[in-house]
């Protein structure tokens, strides 16, 4: 297990990754992806039991499913010094001829996905069924899951939300990235979705929350305790709150910087307020 | 002409019921998914057999096929079921993003294509769906033509490492084709021999072919008759080597002439042997309640219909 030295330091040079990527095509999205950095720090590096190298089946290992897959610079970053891939080649995001698609993909080969997103609201059902296919396989390992909390107003979701509880689908831990924005504005502007919770629990999930989501030592107490509860008749959801744009003082608390990437100047003081730690790409 | 018996009309639908009960009993990494239509699917057998590989997910279509792309990540082939409508167009993003683009084994099953399943009407009669499913990059389309070769299909599309859209209907149709077949995906099928046209038909039009081209044979004109039964991948060189002997193709499908098979050929004719072309197709409208013989009569896809592209396109040479 990383010391939490060793875990802080992986979150500042994620973000780092993360705004040179964008910065560089000048294109992509910077905000959640930061919001979501301690989360997926903490999945790959101290939550999930992951085999050595990567098969497309993942028998015997935990899965993970990115359903919001416009935070692909997080998923990149994680992934590659995860060592799913050469760190290298996160300079590619982006870029023609590159696996590192604008959206993750299968279609380019690239290790460490599983599934194409981008189109919101599909995740959540491959997920499922991946958890499905695990059952069926004896498999006791879990299946992990993150959305938007914009992505909810997509209609599938919530047919995937009704079926999960229905049918027992309780190796499954869905977290829910609760940032409040969304491109248009925030979603209670948008579209108000109500009580989250309540919704979930009526729908027959068992539901927690993580309230400090940028906080490694919240982030990795909460998905242990998701774990814990895991195999007792219910999916799990985790609420999941986190600042859009966190780590970059700028970027935090607005929507401007849902897909929108940073200029020279701006990338500057990024990288200062996020000093080099493992290495830059 | 070659003679083809009918060994008794029969549902292709039921054909695919059918395969999924021998799947059931040969392939262990085989499941089933079906959003609220069990009975329409046939496949009561496969369920009974096999509870714990049978998926009811409702009338959620949208989440059956994500459930389905994730089933396959840790090795199962899900089979999908419900109607072609509720398939395709429904379901169109869904397909895309989960299954096709991210080159996951679904076979996609669709009943009750076209307008043959009846007095439902045009809300249920989709017209579009080949077209939908072959512009999908990597989607094989499969349209068998008979109860036996439904199954056989079924059966085969299993060992195909692949998305594949299996299409097959409601109706009772003949059923003349070998029982047992081996089903080789993309490969046509020459039923009779002909020199004066060639006559291209999918799913079971095949037969509406085969009653046409004893017809015309009467009338002193030698057709040959093609089953297609892979819409693509199409077999290009049987179409080409037909042609070339005939110099004139009439194709056969219950589905819009925008997009189903008859475009497929077209743009393989005008590409690589410009030949003239008619096409027994419906004229992009949507269906309506009927019988489905006289939806077939009143849409123009019956045998006589076909008799009569054959008379055009001839004059055409």
């Known amino acids: ?23 560089k095509v000048n294109s992509g999205h910077p905000g959640g992806s930061l919001g979501c950095t301690e989360f997926l720090v903490s999945l790959y590096h101290e939550i999930m039991e992951l085999k050595d190298g990567f098969d497309m089946d993942g028998v015997g290992e935990d899965l993970f499913f990115l359903s919001n897959g416009h935070i692909s610079p997080v998923f990149y970053s994680v992934l590659a010094r995860r060592g799913y891939f050469p760190v290298e080649e996160l300079s590619t995001f982006r870029l023609i001829n590159s696996r590192l698609q604008g959206h993750p993909t299968t279609h380019e080969g690239l290790p460490g996905v599983r599934i194409a997103s981008g189109s919101l609201g599909q995740g959540m059902s491959v997920a499922i069924g991946a958890a499905l296919a695990k059952k069926l396989n004896k498999d006791t390992h879990l299946v992990y899951s993150l959305h938007g909390d914009g992505e909810l107003q997509e209609g599938q979701n919530w047919e995937a939300i009704m079926y999960a509880a229905g049918n027992k689908v309780d190796n499954l831990i869905a977290t829910i990235d609760l940032n ?14 109500g009580d989250l919770r309540a919704k979930f629990e009526a729908f027959g999930w068992e539901v927690m929350d993580i309230e400090e989501g940028n906080s490694l030592e919240a982030v990795v107490a909460g998905m242990k305790e998701a774990k814990s509860k895991t195999g007792k008749g219910k999916p799990i959801c985790v609420l999941l709150r986190t600042i859009m744009g966190n780590g970059v003082d700028f970027m935090m608390h607005t929507h401007a910087w849902h897909g929108k990437a940073p200029n020279d100047e701006q990338l500057a003081i990024g990288l200062e307020q996020n000093a080099e730690t493992l290495g830059d790409y | 002409m070659k003679k083809y018996v009918d060994q008794g ?12 009960t021998e ?31 049978f998926f009811q997910v409702g009338i959620a279509e949208a989440n059956m096929m994500g459930i389905a792309a994730g089933l396959t990540i840790g090795g199962k082939i899900p089979f999908t079921g419900t109607f072609a409508n509720f398939s395709t167009g429904r379901v169109y993003d869904q397909i895309r993003q989960s299954i096709a683009y991210s080159d996951k084994n679904v076979k996609i099953c669709a009943s009750h294509a076209g307008l043959t399943l009846g007095e439902d009407g045009a809300t249920h009669q989709i017209l579009e769906d080949i077209g939908l499913m072959k512009m999908l990059p990597g989607m094989t389309v499969i349209n068998p033509c008979d109860y036996n070769q439904t199954k056989a299909a079924t059966i085969a599309i299993a060992e195909h490492e692949g998305p594949v859209y299996l299409r097959f209907g409601r109706p009772k ?24 046209v060639t006559i291209v038909a999918t799913g079971h039009l095949v037969w509406e072919a085969l009653i046409a081209a004893e017809n015309l044979e009467n009338q002193g004109v030698s057709a040959e008759v093609i089953n297609i039964h892979t819409i693509k991948p199409l077999d290009e060189a049987a179409v080409l080597k037909s042609v070339k002997k005939t110099g004139c193709i009439v194709t056969a499908e219950e589905h ?51 008799e009569q592209a054959v008379l055009n396109v001839i004059k055409r040479k």
Not at chain 1, 181 to 192: A, F, H, K, M, N
Not at chain 2, 9 to 20: L, V
Not at chain 2, 177 to 185: A, C, G, H, S, Y
Request: a negative charge; one cysteine or more.
């Open chain 1, 1 to 23: 297990m990383p010391t939490t030295q060793q875990l802080e330091d992986l979150v500042r040079q994620t973000r780092r990754d993360i705004i040179r990527m964008v910065h």
């Open chain 1, 180 to 193: 409040g924005q969304q491109i248009d504005g925030s979603t209670d502007d948008v579209l108000p979705m």
């Open chain 2, 9 to 20: 009309k029969n549902d292709t639908r039921s054909g695919y019921g059918a395969g999924m």
């Open chain 2, 23 to 53: 799947l059931g009993r040969t392939n262990p990494n085989v499941v089933a998914l079906c959003a609220d239509l069990i009975g329409s699917l046939k496949i009561n057998q496969f369920i009974e057999e096999n509870p714990d590989r």
């Open chain 2, 173 to 196: 149709v003949a059923n003349f084709t070998p029982v047992d077949q081996k089903f080789e995906i993309g490969k046509a099928l020459m039923l009779n021999e002909g020199t004066d």
């Open chain 2, 256 to 306: 819009n002439h925008l997009g189903g098979l008859g475009e497929s050929i077209a743009r393989v004719l005008a590409t690589k042997h410009p030949t003239p072309q008619e096409f027994v197709a419906t004229n992009d409208t949507f269906g309506e309640s009927g019988t489905p013989a006289q939806l077939m009569e009143k849409y123009g896809l019956n045998n006589k219909a076909i």
